[in-house]
């Protein structure tokens, strides 16, 4: 009992990894489009964004993936658990982040902007080569912390299906009957995960976009 009662966490910490990462590189690739039409001269564009970031922080994730794996299927469009778990959970994470990208770009010195346009460069030059360095800086602290809420809220994909890391925990406990072992060991793994591989990589990606600029003077 005790090799499959471990076998079945292994496995479960396994799911929660790969619905992680693969929602959040959904949610990363899809929030930085998002917040960059979110501050787009074009109006329609812009509202679109805006009615996207709205609607999906207006509203519950996990009904959302109810409609995704429940609802959706009545007028023919059918997904499997793994597809609404990794896009249900990246697309509705996209929205928070593009309302991190959309601030982290407004928060660049608006002399920046001056400079490119006195340059001559073409506005999509100017976010890729000098305002967007600047504010991917910004960005990443936030990001972090989106990324270690969507790591938790992962254990959400238990109603459609998935068992993860959680349902694992539960399961072994309602076997086991000894809750206190194996939701500690949920709550460890979790912060195991944040702390060991989440963090670390954030504080990695800061450091090394911090190269080559100019620290400015503590006071």
Known sequence: MLYFTIAALLNG?????????????VAIALGLAVGLIRVSTCRPLRWAA?????????????????????????FGLVMSPWTVAIFGIGMSYAAYGAEVVRAAIQAVDRGQYEASTALNFPRVTMLRRIVLPQAIRAMLPPWGNLLIELLK???????ITITEFTTASKLAADT???????FGVALLGYYTIA?????PFVRWLERRLSRGFVREALA
Do not use: D
């Not at 086991?176 to 194996?182: A, D």
């Not at 702390?195 to 963090?199: K, Q």
């Open 13 to 25: 910490v396994l799911t929660t990894l790969v619905v992680t990462l693969g929602a959040s590189l």
């Open 153 to 159: 809220t992962t254990s959400l994909v238990f109603f």
């Open 50 to 74: 805006i009615t996207y970031i709205e609607f999906f922080r207006g509203t519950s994730l996990l009904v959302q993936l109810y409609v995704w794996f429940f609802v959706l299927p009545f």
């Open 176 to 182: 086991t009957g000894n809750y206190l072992l194996f």
């Open 195 to 199: 702390r060991v591989m989440i963090t």
